[in-house]
């Protein structure tokens, strides 16, 4: 019969889908400093980072073999963001995956990231391309087939939203644990706290510089679910073991030869940072609309101010109010000649190249911001 080999493959993209992101909040970070520390704090790599230390996995893990501990730089290439965040990551929550931070951060500075040919991320900051003029490439008239449309990107109404921030001023209650939890003898207990707004207010809640729980201060031990026994505070000890923007485990310590409970009222300590309502900043261009009917556009990501959500709708109205003509996609035969084949072959996301096409009149430059390659029998 026929001889088959069937190989399924999954790329980056498939494991920051289910891998969560666990970095803790990132202030005063652009987003090439977030993109690496969301990377190192996972367990999602991409495929082109090389023989470097992965414990467990069979040659990648043997002492003295193949024990080179990875940097940033051996799987990401980044350059510097654009934009320094003053807060990022404190409202990714629970059950945030990698990839959606990924986008967040990406989004929020209007970047580029993708993983190239050789199977490792590239970052590109939002002037990436405006500062590119080379040409690679020029295509005239030997496209195969190409999709043209004009107006389609008219853009009039634009909302973006805006998200401000408080900071505390002082350390204060960031969780509570609502009810006794029980440490066997001469054991560890391991409790995830969710920072949450005590004081009432409504605001989402994450945390920084947390203070490791003191005894008496931030938690007591009884050996009595309901504190009516003997106080054992002195034999547990506390310890912050992980932490996210918005949650910490702590590990409480039992050195008594016998179960103790820590107390209902035990709590992680911290700076808040508040996020209450978003605001949203909304720009029109009365002449657009009233030439091409409304078209809205509600930006996906939010700004950290007022005042940079003003400023990133008012260049999306700049760029947008007018209608224009424009290639989508672009197709070429490579076995056409030595020139296509050597195009098909070595262009790639990224590059800029010039494309003419006498029936539309086009006559302009473009980036090529994704690829698709079909190899078959002829």
């Known amino acids: 019969g026929a001889r088959i080999a069937l190989i399924n493959c999954a790329g980056f993209i498939d494991a920051a889908i289910d891998a969560e992101a666990h970095a803790a909040i990132q202030e005063s970070k652009t987003a090439d400093q977030v993109i690496a520390a969301l990377i190192e704090s996972s367990n999602a790599y991409p495929p082109g980072m090389g023989l470097v ?13 193949s024990t080179t ?41 209007k970047g580029y990231l993708f993983v190239n040919r050789a ?22 008239d030997t496209m195969r087939g190409m999709s043209y449309n004009h107006g389609d990107s ?22 509570r644990l609502d009810a006794s939890a029980l440490v066997a003898s001469s054991s560890s207990l391991a409790v995830t706290y969710m920072f949450t707004d005590l004081t009432g207010g409504g605001a989402n809640i994450a945390g920084r510089a947390l203070i490791v729980p003191l005894p008496t201060t931030d938690y007591t031990a009884n050996d009595a ?25 702590v590990t409480y310590s ?15 300590r911290g700076t808040a940072i508040r996020s209450y309502a978003d605001v949203s900043v909304r720009v029109t261009d009365s002449t ?45 035969q490579g076995r056409h000649d030595d020139t296509l084949m050597t195009a098909a072959l070595v262009r790639t996301i990224g590059d800029r190249v010039v494309i003419a096409e006498t029936q539309t009149g086009v006559s302009a430059p473009y980036f090529i911001i994704s690829e698709q390659h079909t190899l078959g029998r002829n």
């Open 53 to 65: 230390w992965r414990l467990g996995v069979t040659g990648y893990s043997e002492l003295g073999v």
């Open 254 to 268: 039992n050195a008594y030869a016998g179960t103790v409970y820590i107390q209902a009222g035990a709590q992680v």
């Open 288 to 332: 657009s609309i009233g030439l091409y009917d409304a078209r809205k556009l509600r930006y996906p990501y939010a700004a950290d101010n007022v005042a940079d959500a003003q400023t990133i709708a008012a260049a999306l109205l700049s760029e947008r109010r007018a209608p224009r003509g424009a290639i989508k996609s672009l197709t070429i």
């Open 225 to 249: 679910a309901d504190g009516s026994g003997t106080d054992r505070t002195a034999s547990v000890t506390a310890s912050i073991t992980s932490t996210d923007a918005t949650q910490c485990e």
């Open 154 to 175: 008219v853009v009039n109404d634009v909302t973006v939203v805006a998200s401000p921030r408080s900071v505390g001023a002082a350390p204060e209650a960031l969780a």
């Open 119 to 140: 199977g490792v991320l590239v970052f590109w900051n939002r002037g990436h391309f405006i500062a590119d003029t080379t040409t690679d490439q020029t295509f005239a």
């Open 69 to 109: 501990l990875a940097a940033s730089t051996d799987y990401l290439t980044a350059e510097t963001g654009a934009t320094t965040f003053n807060y990022i990551g404190d409202r990714w929550g629970e059950g945030a995956t990698l990839l959606g931070a990924l986008r967040d951060t990406v989004g929020r500075e």
